[in-house]
């Protein structure tokens, strides 16, 4: 097993950091973000936003220890007069665990909401829990995304082994949405041959509808070099019969090696296709196959749910200016 499936605890350590607050640019789609961390303790096999520091990616997390006060200055200083949505992380899980010993997400959100300005959080992780009260206090200009991928307990705990299981993150969302604050799900990234079956797809489906969520999207598995690395662990561990094979073949249509630097989509007609089951499965449960719009005044961002962004996920279509 790769490097990246290990129960050994990364070391955490401290940094200061010059900025905080980055634009990004997703397609024509322009916004903010924070990441509070370096690293990520979560361990998706998938992870779009491990290049950016492998291989310590997983191993070694950096808290941003003066992320609050560069977080102040930068939204005190003339370039953010007008303060778009602030996306909550992109690189990171912003409530991994090391948030438990640090603070630096809650603290960062505080000062996000002592400048009105309006976030959107992504996490995988029960550990928002604890900032329940200050997420509902400011429910009309925040929303709330999780990152869901499978609610299959053997597949979670080799594609993802440092997520809670899914039902338990539902249990979480649940109290988010009594306390009224708006929840999506991001099915991100489904995993063709792995997670792709409607069988499966219905089973996150359903528990979000049985827990009042209100916005469910989702998005298909990029490559690139090391994440098909990782992919070819997965498909083996899974004894998934000529998976690798299929993966070349037919739905990314790529051959060895894939070049540093390029990512690989799977061909349209796979992905219009999961996009348009998912979307009519969503529909027919009342929900919105939609990113929420709210926050962004942007009829595009809303209306392109193949453009779904996720922290992590994002990371392949995400430039930052
Ligand atoms: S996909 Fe998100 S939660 Fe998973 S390792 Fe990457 S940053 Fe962390």
Excluded at 87 to 100: F, G, L, N, R
Excluded at 124 to 140: A, E
Excluded at 146 to 166: H, Q, V, Y
Excluded at 284 to 302: D, E
């Amino acid at each position: 097993m790769d490097a990246w499936h290990s129960n050994i605890a990364p070391k955490l350590e401290t940094k200061s950091s010059k900025l905080l607050i980055h634009s990004f640019v997703v397609k024509q789609h322009k916004g903010l973000t924070i990441n509070p961390y370096q690293g990520c303790q979560h361990r998706c096999g998938y992870c779009y936003a491990t290049y950016e520091w492998s291989p310590d990616f997983y191993d070694k997390i950096y808290a941003k220890s003066n992320a609050p006060e560069i977080l102040e200055s930068q939204l005190k200083s003339s370039k953010f007069k007008r303060i778009e949505p602030v996306m909550i992380s992109s690189a990171t899980d912003p409530y991994q665990p090391a948030e438990v010993r640090y603070g630096l997400t809650r603290r960062c959100i505080q000062v996000l909401q002592k400048y009105k300005a309006p976030y959107y959080v992504f996490t995988k992780s029960i550990n928002i829990l604890r900032d329940l009260d200050l997420h509902r206090g400011y429910r009309d200009n925040c929303f709330l995304v999780w990152s869901i991928t499978t609610c299959d307990e053997n597949i979670r705990r080799l594609i993802e082994p440092g997520t809670p299981p899914a039902d338990v993150i539902f249990g979480v969302i649940r109290k988010f949405v009594d306390a009224g604050v708006c929840c999506a799900v991001n099915i991100d990234p489904i995993l063709p041959l792995i997670t792709d079956s409607e069988a499966h797809l219905d089973k996150i489906i359903t528990a979000c509808s049985n827990n009042g969520v209100r916005h469910v999207f989702g998005a298909l598995l990029r490559l690139r070099a090391d994440i098909w690395e990782r992919m070819k662990t997965i498909l083996d561990a899974l004894d998934i019969h000529e998976g690798s094979y299929k993966y070349q073949k037919t739905i990314f249509q790529f051959s060895e090696p894939i070049r540093p630097g390029v990512n690989i989509g799977p061909s349209k007609s796979y992905e219009n296709r999961m996009l348009d089951i998912l979307t009519y499965r969503v529909r027919c449960k009342g929900m919105i196959p939609k990113f929420p719009a709210f926050l962004w005044n942007r009829p595009t961002m809303s209306d392109q749910y193949t453009d779904t962004i996720n922290h992590g996920s994002q990371h392949t279509l995400m430039k930052y200016v």
